[in-house]
């Protein structure tokens, strides 16, 4: 029926439209307006993040203050201590043709060292050292150990003073690097490395960045041939491009926002999420909008009420996935830390594209026009007939046998997840053999096998009182003899002399589980022993490896995961009011999610299919697949029982709905997974940052498993042998609100001439 045939009042009631698809209508209509203010948009997010000042203030890290390494940080900073957190430098002098002993090589070496003494750096007008101590390995002691056994590799050991924590102290490390560079090209004889923890992590950082620009350029290529694929037309494909590359660039502009104003040193693991996640969603949503849309065309509809139509469904379900993707990330706040960043990048860049879903691209769609088709392919660009697809013949064949499918996709899954069960995690550092950061470890690891560059240290307050002296010489020769630690032990006071760190070289990998047992031994056993009777005194075990451990078990905190499954339960709950849809999509997106974490632990942990084993995965890793994955994977079901909502509500039987929403949107899901695969696929193989490969993976594997045997096998199978009891809401969850995804407009009009 004509609109112009319904009476006002009910036209007045038909106008009541969501405010997605008004918001879709509006930018329709006024299409160079909305086309112009996004890209004002994006400039703006982009720009204004770089003209906001840096904070000099240290980023107060609100993860776990009851971690023992939290608690040490704390301590040291107390009382108006304000300890050195500066850091430890080591310049590494190898040489394969003359002993450490021989005089032209000490010549060398204390010349170094000189120079070294005076680098100097200017502050509020001040001329100060840039180092607070330099050791020349001829004039220190001989237990100093900065002379390898072998009389092949000497150490210069130097103090770099300053908060580690802050972003002048960043600066300043990346303008004296250069310096160091210019020193090794003074005596090109001979092997010079650098090993810090701030120079190394500035050059993880310049590594992961190249990679990642690297990386997605060459993701741009496939992810354009998949929609041309999918499209079968060249502008049209080009179109979720440019949402994608526009979201990313605007969502970049918001975390670089909050890194400055927050303090926060490093936020190059956000920016990589960024790119991942802007050109998975975004590409992704766009591909449901814009096929809905070429669909209503198809039947007939003129431009603009295609957009409304296409925005009134599957725009509206990529409105809750959007929000599903969002809620679900937002359980990463609960941790904090360094994961704050990384939640913020990634939230900004899904909301980012869910508003670009419904502005940017119903203003493009409305410019374009009959244009979209510019650039048809000959095959690929042909009108096809929704539901005839591979998938729809496998979909119908599932539903024929559902209990055996059920079975056996189950049992896939739990096969692909066994490897879980040996599951470690811990800190995983770059094992990229071109950064220097990593041959000066080997390097140095190789020369002193007792231990040069691992530290553990003991944090010990009072340390004036008479009694606590005493007990810290105990505790400091009980824990020499023990196997794994060494010395020379540095014992470095605070301001006041009220807090005291001794500092012990650890042996081993950061992640051997030697090293894990000695933490444990020295925090249950060794500490208590000699400080616990000490009244007021406190004793905490921190460093590399403690600070590793605490992390691991910080991140497994079961407060995310009930944070996520609750908050996407209540979700899927209003959005479907069926106990049975949420509780079922629960289940299945564990069982995905499992799947992700077997490959990842069968491949990195195990070290399979040619990869380095790292031994552990990524302390943040588990919690980052689950938030993330539950996101993501509700894209594809809520775009499939969307679609069986609205062919049941026109009256087709449950099992029918299923079987045709299925078949029709198959083509969609599948280039949507095959885009996601592209991309998360591309960073496991081209990103040198070992944690975002692992990441990588896991979404790869993930998304794949969702795709196939979850979303094509297990769902209709399950919702062929639960029929209408699907949709069943126990009788005391009536008072639930109703909320509607899509808002068809035909069924609208009918309803209200009626």
């Known amino acids: 029926m004509p609109l112009h045939s319904v009476p006002e009042k009910m036209q007045k009631q038909f106008k009541n439209k969501p405010i997605t698809v008004r918001i879709a209508g509006w930018s329709a209509r006024h299409r160079w307006l909305v086309f112009g203010l996004w890209f004002v948009l994006i400039v703006s997010l982009f720009g204004g993040a770089y003209v906001v000042p840096a904070s000099n203030v240290a980023k107060q890290d609100n993860a776990g203050s009851d971690l023992e390494f939290v608690k040490a940080y704390n301590a040291l900073k107390a009382d108006g201590g304000q300890t050195d957190l500066g850091e430890d430098f080591f310049l590494i002098v190898n040489s394969t043709t003359l002993k450490a002993t021989d005089p032209a090589f000490q010549e060398v070496v204390t010349k170094m060292a000189d120079t070294l003494t005076g680098y100097s750096y200017t502050d509020s007008g001040a001329t100060r050292p840039f180092f607070s101590r330099v050791a020349n390995p001829y004039k220190a002691p001989p237990e100093s150990g900065l002379i390898s056994t072998d009389n092949t590799t000497v150490r210069i050991y130097a103090r770099i003073p300053g908060d580690n924590t802050t972003q002048v102290f960043w600066d300043r490390m990346k303008i004296f690097h250069p310096k160091l560079e210019d020193l090794k090209k003074d005596y090109p004889g001979y092997k010079i490395l650098l090993s810090n923890n701030t120079l190394n992590a500035l050059s993880n950082s310049s590594a992961a960045n190249e990679s990642m620009n690297r990386s997605m350029f060459i993701t741009l290529i496939p992810t354009f041939l998949i929609l041309l694929v999918v499209f079968g037309a060249v502008v049209i494909a080009i179109v979720p491009l440019v949402l994608a590359i526009t979201s990313i660039i605007g969502a970049v502009g918001v975390v670089t926002f909050y890194g400055k104003v927050s303090g926060e040193t490093q936020i190059t693991t956000a920016i990589i999420l960024v790119v991942i996640m802007g050109l998975a969603v975004a590409v992704d949503y766009s591909l449901f909008v814009i096929s809905r849309y070429r669909t209503e065309r198809r039947k007939g509809s003129d431009k603009l009420t295609a957009i409304e139509a296409a925005c009134a469904t599957a725009g509206r379900a990529v409105f809750f996935s959007g929000l599903l993707v969002a809620v ?427």
């Not at 000066?440 to 190789?446: Q, S, Y």
């Not at 008479?466 to 006071?493: D, M, N, Y």
């Not at 994977?633 to 499939?640: A, C, E, K, N």
């Not at 209408?724 to 035909?746: H, K, Q, S």
């Open 328 to 754: 679900s990330i937002s359980g990463l706040f609960i941790l904090g830390g360094q994961l704050t960043s990384m939640a913020i990048g990634m939230i900004a860049v899904v909301l980012v594209s869910v508003l670009g879903s419904f502005t940017f691209l119903p203003a493009i769609l409305s410019i374009l026009g009959n244009g979209i088709n510019w650039g048809r392919l000959p095959y690929f660009g042909r009108d096809r007939v929704e539901g005839k697809s591979l998938w729809s013949k496998v979909v119908r064949a599932v539903m024929q046998l559902p209990i055996l499918t059920t079975l056996v996709a189950a049992a896939l899954l739990l096969i692909l997840a066994t490897p879980l069960l040996h599951l470690r995690i811990g800190e995983v550092k770059s094992s990229e053999e071109t950064l220097e950061g990593v041959q000066a470890t080997n390097l140095m690891n190789e020369k002193w096998p007792q231990g040069t560059e691992l530290k553990l240290q003991v944090v010990v307050t009072k340390a004036k009182q008479p009694e606590t002296l005493a007990a810290i010489q105990q505790f400091e020769a009980a824990a020499l003899r023990l196997p794994g630690l060494s010395g020379p032990v540095q014992r470095i006071p605070s301001t006041d002399g009220n807090v005291l760190m001794l500092s012990f070289y650890q042996a081993g990998g950061l992640n051997d589980q030697a090293n894990f047992d000695l933490v444990n031994k020295l925090r249950k056993e060794i500490v208590p022993l000699y400080f616990k009777d000490l009244q007021g005194v406190n004793a905490y075990v921190t460093g590399s490896t403690p600070y590793g451990m605490d992390l691991s078990s910080y991140f497994t905190n079961p407060v995310v995961w009930f944070f996520v499954l609750g908050l996407s339960f209540l979700v899927l709950l209003l959005v479907f009011r069926s106990l049975v849809i949420a509780t079922k999509a629960i289940i299945l997106n564990l069982l995905s999610t499992g799947a992700a974490y077997g490959a990842v632990v069968w491949v990195f942990q195990d070290g399979n299919l040619g990869a380095k084993t790292t031994g552990v995965l990524m302390f943040w890793l588990p919690v980052f697949i689950f938030t993330i994955i539950f996101g993501l994977s509700m894209d594809y079901h809520l775009f499939i029982l969307t679609r069986v909502k609205e062919l049941r509500d026109k009256g087709q039987a449950t099992v029918e709905a299923v079987a045709n929403a299925i078949s029709t949107t198959s083509g969609t899901i599948t280039g949507a997974a095959l885009i996601m695969l592209v991309v998360f696929g591309d960073f496991y193989l081209g990103i040198s940052d070992p944690a975002i490969r692992q990441l990588g993976l896991g979404l790869a594997v993930a998304v794949f498993v969702d795709a196939t045997l979850v979303r094509c096998l297990l769902l209709p199978a399950l919702m062929k042998l639960l029929g209408d009891w699907n949709w069943w809401l126990p009788g005391f969850l009536n008072w639930l609100p109703e909320i509607t995804i899509e808002a068809n407009e035909e069924a609208e009009i009918e309803a209200v001439a009626a």
